[in-house]
């Protein structure tokens, strides 16, 4: 009897403490890139490509060292205001979501308190424009923000974009709702098990599997440890170049 109401009471504490983690924000700088239309953030260091093809839009950043973690942030939102408290130059009383889908590289050649502001070890978003625009004012340049990590929304389920050649797949995993961040992906041949496969760059994931001809399965974790699983998103006759879209996402 006892045990179970120390379970209970660790278990009542622990989710106060994740809903309290969930809810803190943090102090880090934001400036913008791109240009007004955004067309300067499509590409970028996580893969995606085309933002609106790959579920993401105008309302994207990128994230300095600190914060890009070698790419594990890709597809992660964030939830970022102006901090009216240190500059006159907030949108008052407005906020953004961003997804992250680049990243804002260190210029040792300038201070990081003039210009380099991606520098290590500064937390620093580089938003799309119009993102920027709707928390702060354009000819202020850079301002201090607060940010915290938010679910991510996106319409529909996860994408998986194939790459490469026969023994050699990249698999682009993109429109991950939820945490948006992924941490480990698998992928299952119609004959195969499960194969784990590697982060190769940003978003996209390597099999060295020869999958040609086999209908193919997802599995994806996110980094809040949830997993996903997309049975038989691409056909047998599926081919490098193509995109599948599964009907499965986080919630
Ligand atoms: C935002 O609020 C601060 C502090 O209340 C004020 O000084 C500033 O002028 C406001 N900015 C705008 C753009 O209204
Ligand atoms: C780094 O900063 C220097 C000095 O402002 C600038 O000339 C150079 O173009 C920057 N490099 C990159 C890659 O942006």
């Known amino acids: 009897m006892e045990k179970v109401f120390v379970v209970l009471f660790l278990s009542l504490w622990a989710s106060q403490l994740g809903g309290e983690a969930a809810q803190q924000w943090a102090a880090a700088t934001a400036t913008f ?10 590409g970028g260091s996580c893969g995606y490509g085309n933002m609106y093809s790959a579920g993401y839009g105008t309302a994207t950043t990128a994230l300095s060292t600190a914060l890009y973690g070698d790419g594990a942030s890709c597809g992660a939102c964030y939830l970022i205001t102006c901090d009216a408290t240190a500059t006159k130059w907030c949108k008052n009383g407005t906020s953004v979501t961003v997804t992250a889908t680049n990243y804002c590289p ?3 050649s300038e201070s990081s308190d003039d210009g380099g502001w991606c520098n290590p ?3 620093h978003f580089d938003m799309s424009q119009p993102a920027w625009e709707t928390i ?4 202020a340049g850079i301002v201090p923000v607060k940010y ?8 529909g389920g996860i994408r998986f974009g194939i790459s490469g050649h026969d023994y050699y797949e990249l698999v ?3 429109n991950v709702a939820g945490s948006g961040a992924v941490t480990a992906a698998w992928v299952k041949g119609s004959g195969t098990d499960w194969l784990s496969m590697s982060r190769n760059w940003g978003e996209n994931w390597q099999s060295n599997a020869y999958l040609t001809g086999e209908a193919l399965s997802f599995k994806v974790q996110a980094d809040d440890g949830s997993v996903v699983t997309a049975y038989n998103v691409a056909p047998a ?5 193509s995109t599948y879209q599964s009907d499965v996402n986080f919630s």
Not at 237 to 241: D, L
Request: with cysteine; charged share 20%.
């Open 121 to 123: 070890p500064r937390r």
């Open 148 to 155: 915290t990590r938010t679910p991510c929304k996106r319409s």
């Open 237 to 241: 006759n599926w081919q490098f170049g």
């Open 136 to 139: 702060a004012v354009y000819r």
């Open 106 to 108: 260190p210029n040792y």
């Open 172 to 174: 682009l995993v993109s």
């Open 33 to 42: 890139y791109g240009g007004s239309d955004a067309s300067g953030t499509m």
